[in-house]
């Protein structure tokens, strides 16, 4: 009887110890994102005065101003197009990759497998001057087709494997009753491996736009044009301009990462339950 006490005692201890390690980590990450927040909501003086703490006088019009200045209208549309069209070709074409090198026999699959590894493995900027001249040669320079290109063979060695992983997890079987019912491959695709491996999906969806809406490195390379920059090489822009006003500065950051936020807020549970399938079922 004792022995049970003591050891439901250190469970408690242990639990309540993880949950102080947990909060302690929660705070660590937060807090630096609510200063941000709030020193967006303050003046410069007082900002440059005093960089922690909360605003003595709350000034609302820091927004409406940042964003008109450093044209974030624009740089929003051209961010959110270029991750929607970006999201449904990779979409498309590592489903029926992933499906095609996991549950189907041909010749030139181990090619292709090995393939997506290399590619996987090498490090983007080993080709962004090759890519940079043969964007030139070919007139997509400067243009939002060059940046979709890019992006989407970027995004598609890792989430291939990674859907790949998950598919492979998910029974021949399953397939196989529905052709006996009728279904073709196509069919057999759509209707039973495509709603199974939806939270996957979503998963790999919110990792390309993460990975588009945070890039820089080759926008800031194939884009000159202010009307087509993205949205973090315009917060570049801003803060080289703007650099001596502080506030402005955390509004601009305010303004940048929102929507990777509100995007991890609404479906974090969905992508921690993508992820976690995908690594149990690999």
């Known amino acids: 009887m004792n ?48 960089p922690l703490g909360l605003p003595k006088e709350w000034v609302f019009n820091n927004f409406p101003e940042t964003w008109e200045i450093g044209g974030y209208a624009t740089a929003y549309f051209n961010s959110l197009l270029t991750a929607a ?8 074409v590592v489903g029926f ?47 939002r087709w060059s940046l979709m290109i890019v992006y989407i063979a970027i995004n598609i060695p890792f989430n291939m494997l990674l859907l790949r992983t998950f598919l492979s997890g998910i029974p021949r079987e399953l397939e196989e009753a529905a052709k006996i019912d ?15 491996a939806k939270p996957m999906f979503l998963t790999i969806a919110i990792l390309v736009f993460v990975n ?7 926008s800031n390379t194939f884009i000159t044009s202010d009307a087509l920059k993205l949205v973090a090489t315009r ?13 402005r500065i955390y509004t601009a950051s305010v303004i940048t990462v929102a929507p990777v936020i509100i995007l991890y807020l609404f479906f974090s549970r969905k992508f921690i339950e993508g992820m976690t399938s995908g690594s149990v079922k690999g």
């Open 235 to 247: 917060f570049v822009k801003f803060t080289g301009q703007y650099g001596s006003n502080m506030a």
């Open 97 to 143: 990759g992933a499906y095609a090198t996991s549950k189907l026999q041909f010749k030139l699959r181990g090619f292709f497998v090995a393939y997506f590894f290399v590619a996987n493995s090498l490090p983007g900027f080993l080709y962004i001057v090759p890519d940079y001249f043969m964007m030139n040669k070919i007139g997509l320079l400067d243009t």
């Open 85 to 92: 069209v970006v999201i449904v070709v990779v979409l498309t």
């Open 182 to 196: 009728g279904c073709n491959e196509l069919n057999s695709f759509l209707k039973i491996t495509l709603p199974i």
């Open 212 to 218: 588009v809406w945070n890039e820089y490195l080759w």
């Open 3 to 50: 022995n049970g006490v003591k050891r439901g005692a250190k469970v408690w201890i242990a639990k309540i110890i993880e949950m102080i390690f947990l909060i302690f980590m929660a705070l660590f990450a937060a807090i630096p994102l609510l200063q941000v927040l709030l020193n967006s909501f303050r003046t410069d003086r007082e900002v440059k005065t005093m």
